[in-house]
């Protein structure tokens, strides 16, 4: 377990080296200016408009990086061969996945956290006076944060057996319809046979559920979360996570590197 | 008596391929094979022969179709004795955006070294393999040759008890390669097991106590070097200097550069040729035993029929 956190300090080093991150990093900076600018033309609401603009770059920007450097985590170390040296030292495949998972994890939050303080003096800018509800913005990036762990989760499964370009392209259409998983549970049943009504029903528990990781709306009016919510979304995060990583070890662990 | 170093029964891999994978192509045959204690072994044969096929299975980066193997006594799932074991891959590379110097002290924290030995041990590599000036620079800019020195580097970092390298000396220049073979020898003084594979047979000559030679995924002969020198050698080349016309009908075969000869006769003949070469009033230069390439060498490997594969089948075991 400690050699996964010595691969995780060494995927995070690896990340804070990486050039792409720091053009993200500036993107979403340019977000936040520019959600500052629509704010003051759109008189009333501009509260609304910066915290739907910010957190949905923060939102995209960890996205990309989740999906991309997520799907490249093991994969890249396959086709360079750099995991030869290491995973013949005394490293388990199961420690070497975690450390990757937790490494990237990790950079995500170091990334998310920064760019919800951009937003949140943003919004200080903007509205000029501090009251409680506030600090939903900050739960707010915290959802996000635990949304983008789940789909680097999915994306190191995928990128375990099949291609880096297919591992994405899963990555993301499972990211999609998981948006959309509660529509999917409220589809008008009776128009579909039985068999089509017990598979949506039984995909729709399958597939991760994103849709209570979104509070833009409580943000964009600073109401406060509730804390029921807020332990329900870490712990399904946090199962959920578990679950897809143990797939991945599973097939990780039996792979044969070419 | 001590268990082997390395040792493997039987070890086989198939890898599936063409239509559906329903073809299968053996990598490598069921290879039985030991290593002892202290020694250097040499792993000889051409590419593709499966050297590289056993390597990988041994350090569990791939997993056998068949068969077994075990490390200094212990089967080679147990992770704990990886501790003992160093690895050089084939034609090593590192993550780039690391210091050769982060990179060894990375992997000597994968090997639970204390933080006063990382800095020691990590310094006392970069020197032995002649990097102490470039262990600041990050591997993207390493040559071929300086990574192969670094792949080096980690392999012997943790002071490792049986030692296996892929193509060690591939990719450097004759200086570093005698520095690879004076790193192999040292190994040997203090002790260690050293298991390496090669495609140049004056390496394997050089260094090593046994060698095995593996050719298509099988495993045709284990013995020392020489052995497999006496196999080699076909015929003797003598060069010699003659001033003047001469009749001798020797003379004949003979490849002639100005006042220069070489002439090349089988063994038997040796002494034979040089009596009519010093009639005829040459003086003669030298004479050289003439080794088949390493690629004839081993193309009667390929195509030998039992004789030949037997001749190889030295005694050593
Ligand atoms: N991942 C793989 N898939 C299919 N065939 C492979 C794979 N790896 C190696 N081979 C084949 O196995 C044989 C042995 O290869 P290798 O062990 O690399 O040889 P060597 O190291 O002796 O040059 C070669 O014919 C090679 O094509
Ligand atoms: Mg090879």
Redesign the interface.
């Known amino acids: 377990m ?2 996964a956190g ?2 995780a300090l ?1 995927t995070f ?2 990340a804070v ?2 050039r792409v991150l720091y053009n993200l990093l500036f993107f979403a900076l340019v977000m936040m200016a520019a959600s500052i600018i629509a704010g003051q033309i759109s008189i009333g609401i501009e509260q609304t408009v910066i915290v739907t603009l910010g957190l949905s770059a923060i939102s995209l920007i960890g996205l990309l990086i989740s999906v991309f450097i997520g799907v490249g985590l093991v994969s890249k170390e396959m086709d ?13 495949r199961w420690e070497f996945l975690l450390g990757k998972f937790g490494g990237l994890v990790l950079t995500l939050a170091v990334n998310t956290a920064a760019m919800g303080l951009g937003l949140f003096l943003a919004l200080m800018y903007a509205k000029q006076t501090l009251e409680r509800g506030d600090a939903t913005v900050f739960v707010a990036v915290y959802f996000i944060w635990l949304k983008l762990a789940l789909v680097v989760a999915l994306a190191l499964l995928f990128s375990c057996f099949t291609t880096p370009l297919l591992a994405i392209l899963f990555t993301a259409g499972v990211y999609i319809v998981g948006l959309y998983v509660q529509e999917l549970r409220n589809m008008p049943m009776q128009v579909m046979s039985p068999g089509m009504t017990a598979f949506t029903k039984w995909l729709s528990y399958l597939l991760p559920n994103f849709e209570n990781f979104n509070i833009m709306a409580m943000a964009a009016h600073s109401r406060q979360v509730p804390g029921k919510l807020i332990v329900q979304n870490t712990l399904y995060t946090a199962i959920y996570c578990a679950i897809v990583l143990t797939g991945a070890i599973l097939v990780f662990s ?1 792979r ?2 070419k | 008596m001590h268990a082997p170093a390395i040792e493997t029964e039987n070890l086989t891999k198939e890898y599936p391929h063409g239509f559906l994978n329903l073809k299968k192509k053996t990598s490598l045959e069921g290879l039985n094979m030991q290593v002892d204690e202290g020694e250097i072994f040499g792993f000889i044969g051409p590419n593709g022969a499966g050297k590289t096929t056993a390597i ?1 299975l041994l ?5 056998p179709t068949a068969g077994s193997a075990r490390i200094l006594g212990k089967p080679i799932s147990d ?2 004795m ?2 003992d ?1 160093g ?3 084939e ?5 780039d ?2 210091t050769a110097e982060e990179l060894l002290d ?2 000597a ?4 070294l204390t933080a006063s030995d990382r800095k020691e041990r990590v310094q006392q590599m970069l020197k032995k393999v002649g990097l102490e000036t470039a262990g600041k620079i990050q591997l993207r800019k390493y040559s071929k040759g300086m990574l192969q020195r670094v ?1 080096m580097a ?2 012997i970092l943790h002071d490792p008890k049986v030692v296996i390298l892929d193509e060690p000396m591939s990719g450097l220049d004759p200086v570093g390669r005698r520095e690879v073979r004076d790193i192999i020898l040292a190994l040997k003084r203090e002790g260690k097991t050293v298991m390496f594979s090669t495609h140049i047979l004056s390496d394997a000559e050089m260094l090593c106590d046994r060698v095995g030679v593996i050719v298509g995924g099988k495993l045709r002969g284990v013995g020392a070097p020489e052995q497999l020198v006496d196999v080699k050698t076909q015929s003797m080349e003598i060069f010699f200097e003659l001033t003047g016309q001469s009749t001798a009908p020797l003379l004949a075969k003979a490849t002639r550069t100005g006042d220069r000869y070489r002439l090349q006769v089988p063994e038997a003949e040796l002494y034979g040729a040089i009596e009519q070469v010093r009639a005829a009033g040459a003086r003669i230069l030298s004479v050289t035993p003439v080794r088949a390439t390493l690629e004839e060498f081993f193309m009667n490997l390929v195509g030998a029929d039992g004789a030949q594969a037997a001749a190889v089948e030295v005694s050593g075991k």
């Open positions: 400690k050699r010595v691969v060494n080093r690896e080296r990486d360079k061969r750099t995991l030869y040296a290491l995973l013949a030292k005394p490293v388990r039996r044969n590197l | 990988k350090m569990r980066l791939i997993f992770i704990e990886h501790r074991v690895y050089l891959p034609q090593p590379f590192f993550y955006y690391l990375y992997f924290r994968i090997h639970d792949g980690q392999a």
